[in-house]
């Protein structure tokens, strides 16, 4: 069977979770051959993993490429204008996403053939969204809908034209598309499946939807344009949960999300993370002082501002204790690494107690390096540093958010997201009683033997290709598919929570595991 995996801002270019689950994939299924398709940001990324075998294809997809300058012409615009009027329409609140899965097709059409910059970069495509702008807030009457100024039109043009790039690409012939995230990714998976039939299977790690509300405050852009985008990305994210085949989040959790947004409960397949008991060894030994250990990106969703102000409360009960952080800064995460070092020094912690030591190699190294393991993710799906120190045998202080609980079970401590004090009561509970730390690790090293073993991950994903592949699915017609009745939707509100804008809009390198909006920045096309 060959399969392209889509990937968004992860695997190749980037490290991370979901890129250690995309390689753990291609290595435990060696008699598939894959094609990679990874939408990235300018295209110059580097392949940072070394492929395996059975990898064919590498094709890049660069949402913010220049891109040749070209006038669109008369009869370009004349052909196009129709079709960005029902695009645009099919965001409406009131039009409930009628027309929307007929518009991507129609646009799909104009950026194969290379057309859609020069048509959506036009006056007159910025004069028709001025001149009726759809009214994509939800909380709003239309009594209070706002006038479109000239550069709110051409930000939502740029937006709109740079996410729809992926749709350049030619439906794949290939057996199966895999989509290891919700969102852009799920373009071509998309175009596949409405030209060729393709069986299309979507992996969740985190919730697309959720980390980008978290990834785009209010604040981060206009509302007007802010309400646009996020809505075209609601109906994008809608449209893949209806239409793929299997949808396997990497935790129950995310299946809330998936079905308040449309997805047929019968099609959701659980399916955990996985890690190799072999490759972390059970630590034997212990630090001469009460250490913490932190693993992970120095990126707001991490919550790097948590992590030090319950350490600073730590040292205030355990003065000679110590935080040590081993993870590298993304690109375009510098400024968000400047500010955590700067308040680590305005909580008196540049002496030596908390330190931000970098990459480490093995990684599994950083876990014997402390007594407990400390996450304070706002937004996770299953995290790999949770069942990698729980494999070693370290209990873990984590923030109960996504999958977290369903992989720490009772074998370390959940606490509330953004509560300093709750972290550190916990990290000192743990810290201070030797007995309770040795429980903890002893069961979490044998809930990680018994359920989240690698080869029991991708056994089933295995499992999931072969069922997908017997199956002879017919092209969807789409007149047919939107006669179909579908369950009213559920309005999901916006998380409170919101990621600090510390880093600019366009997230290169960052590794939110599914990139919500990470390419996203102001700007002229291409």
Not at 67 to 95: D, G, H, I, K
Not at 460 to 485: N, S, W
Request: proline content about 8%.
């Amino acid at each position: 069977m060959n399969i392209t995996l889509i990937t968004e801002g992860t695997y190749p270019h980037h490290m991370g979770g979901v890129s250690v689950w995309c390689d753990q994939l291609l290595t435990h299924i060696p008699d598939h051959s894959f094609d990679i398709l990874a939408i990235s940001g300018s295209g110059d990324e580097k392949n940072v993993w070394e492929m395996t075998p059975n990898v064919g294809r590498v094709t890049t997809v660069p949402l913010w490429a220049p891109v040749p300058s070209r006038r669109a012409s008369r009869e370009l615009r004349n052909r196009f204008m129709p079709v960005q009027e029902r695009f645009l329409q099919s965001l409406a609140v009131e039009n409930n996403g009628a027309g929307f899965v007929q518009s991507l097709q129609e646009l799909a059409e104009f950026a194969r053939a290379g057309e859609l910059t020069a048509a959506m970069s036009s006056e007159d495509a910025v004069s028709m969204l001025m001149a009726d702008p759809p009214n994509c807030q939800e909380r709003l009457g239309s009594e209070e809908h706002e006038r479109l100024s000239v550069a709110d039109a051409v930000d939502i043009l740029v937006r709109l034209e740079h996410s729809l790039r992926p749709l350049t690409v030619p439906p794949s012939e290939t057996d199966l598309c895999h989509a290891t995230a919700n969102g852009l990714g799920t373009l071509p998976a998309l175009a596949a499946k409405w030209a060729n039939g393709t069986p299309f299977l979507l992996t969740e790690h985190g919730v697309y939807l959720r980390e980008f509300y978290l990834a785009h405050p209010p604040g981060s852009m206009s509302q007007l344009a802010r309400s646009t985008v996020l809505r075209f990305f609601k109906l994008l994210i809608e449209t893949a949960y209806q239409y793929a085949d299997i949808v396997a989040p990497v935790c129950r959790y995310n299946r809330l999300w998936e079905i308040a947004n449309g997805t047929p409960p019968s099609r959701i397949r659980p399916v955990h993370n996985g890690v190799d008991p072999k490759a972390f060894s059970v630590a034997t030994s212990e630090p001469a002082l009460p250490t913490l250990v932190f693993v992970g990106r120095i990126d707001p969703l991490k919550d790097i501002e948590t992590l030090l102000r319950s350490f600073a409360e730590v040292r205030a009960k355990l003065p000679n204790a110590r935080l040590r952080m081993f993870g590298p800064t993304p690109e375009g995460g510098e400024a968000y690494f400047d500010h955590c070092v700067q308040l680590s020094t305005d909580l008196g912690l540049a002496d030596g107690g908390a330190t931000f030591e970098g990459k480490i190699s093995p990684p599994a190294q950083a876990y014997h390096m402390g007594q407990v393991v400390v996450l304070t993710s706002i937004s996770e799906g299953l995290p790999y540093v949770v069942l990698e120190a729980m494999a070693s045998g370290r209990p873990v202080v984590a923030t109960d958010v996504g999958g977290v609980a369903e992989a720490v079970g009772d074998a370390g401590i959940l606490v509330p997201p953004k509560d300093p004090s709750a972290v550190a009561a916990a990290c000192v509970k743990l810290l201070s009683d030797k007995r309770k730390r040795k429980a903890l690790g002893r069961v979490a090293r044998a809930r990680v033997l018994e359920l989240f073993d690698v080869k029991r991950c991708f056994d089933t994903y295995l499992g999931l290709y072969e069922e997908l592949a017997k199956h002879e699915l017919e092209t969807i017609d789409l007149r047919e598919f939107e006669q179909v009745e579908v369950a009213e939707p559920v309005e999901v509100a916006e998380p409170r929570e919101t990621v600090p804008s510390y880093r600019p809009a366009a997230f290169q390198g960052s590794s939110l595991k599914v990139r919500p909006g990470r390419f996203f920045k102001p700007g002229v096309l291409g």
